[in-house]
């Protein structure tokens, strides 16, 4: 699976959470999008583990800083393409 | 000893700052805060400073282990640890709370144990278990030096009510800390800021609550119920922001830099907001260790947030009105979730404060009545279930000889400072009024503290207990 091809996946992830279009960048962190607070992090993630047929470790969850940060997690331990 | 007590601010601050400034490099300048540190805290509970040390000691040795080679070892000590951390909790803040409810519940009698509150207990086993954690998620390395770590776990500033620091807030400052003129000048101003906060407002707040709610509370008028909690609200908001203003200023004077605990709580238009806004460290602490816990299919996010908002509620108390108050927050935050942010947002905004400040009033009132029978007279109260009248005497007479104090304590819980100040900077040769302005308030802070310091009855703060 591509970098691009994850971000292209996330776009669309973070486009249905909060309802509105939304492009991803490495350095996207939650204070750049409206409304990604601790809880929508749970959708967030809880979709992003469902899309890509992966878990993010407890550690992970609460210490990732950016997008980039999560795309390397999800490049490494995707099942699902 | 408290920080605001005339001994602590006049004598044992200004020798510590002293000595720690004549010490040659940083590792003697780390010295002298360790010793004042434990000085610290045997003054004040020094029965329990062996647990202190013993905790400490293990959870650096734990914290050791956690970053060896061995997997099987270091998933070992991370559960060792964190059960070892919680149990001093268990034991010293809630064995009589759950004794007295499992005698409650199986009709038993079980000996109650009486066991003495070690002093900070709620504050630095969650430094521990930050500590563990973030050696665990590879966010920090662990300590090297015990006596740093001493340090860490010692450091007066916080010890005994927060923030709740984390290492890897304050790792790099631990071994070099840059002190310059301004530093000093932030911290003493702080000094000042939260002296006066505690001192001035929460302490003669502190009187009208004990008016209003210390007597018989089904007497009281449905207004006076509303008034008294606003009261409170407000005591609280004085007295804890004003601990953490001290422990922040107090922590700059020797270059470091701790998180913010408050930031005007009462603008916020949601309760979210409200939470992101008062004791930050504890509501970021259990978002990043606790509200991700639950690792099981999608039920995980209300889970996650219920185990927060209780803990957060428990943890400030062994008692259920406690617990009640955390519930009751996370409902409303749990109900702001299901609605969502963006229909929030097109409610009008004086309706938002109303319903933000609504709520806030009445947790504050479950707060105050770890009495169960008195915490409902007080519910039944705001509703006017007591058959009381609307308006009461007691209200209006606490009002008039109150009002000054009273508005001064509701505009300066909203950034009015900040704003003047900043108005003021914009205008030409504002900068030097505003300095010349904040240096003359925070002198008379001080000096009208100190007075009051002296001739007052003085209250201990109120998160110590917690």
Redesign the interface.
Known sequence: MTKEAVYVALNKIFSDIF?EPITLFPETTAKDI??W???EH??I??SVERRFGMKF???????MKCVGEMVDIILARATKG | MLFADPFFLYFFLPICTVLYFVSKNGRYRNAVLLFFSLLFYAWGDLKSLPLLLAAAALNFFLGRLIAGKRPAAAKAALVCGILFDLGLLVVFKYSAFFTENFNALTGLSLPVPEIAFPLGVSFYTFRLISYLLDVRWEKIPPEKSFSRFLLYVSLFPCTVAGPVVRYADISEEMRIREISVEDLYAGVSRIAVGLGKKVILADLLAGITEELFAGEIASLSVLGCWYGAVVYALQMYYDFSGYSDMAIGIARLFGFHFPENFNYPFVCKTIAEFWQRWHITLGSFFRDYLLYVPIFGSPRKYLGLFLVWFSTGLWHGASWNFVIWGLYFGLFILLENLIGKKRIKKIPVPVRHLYTKLVITVGFGIFYFTDTARLGAFLAGLFGGNGNPFFGETLLYSLASNAFLLAAAVLFSLPVVPWVKKKLEETPGGLIASGIFTTAANVTLLVVSTVLMITAESHPFLYAHF
């Open positions: 309802d409206d409304g607070d601790s809880l749970i959708n993630i809880h470790k407890m550690g992970e969850i609460s210490t």
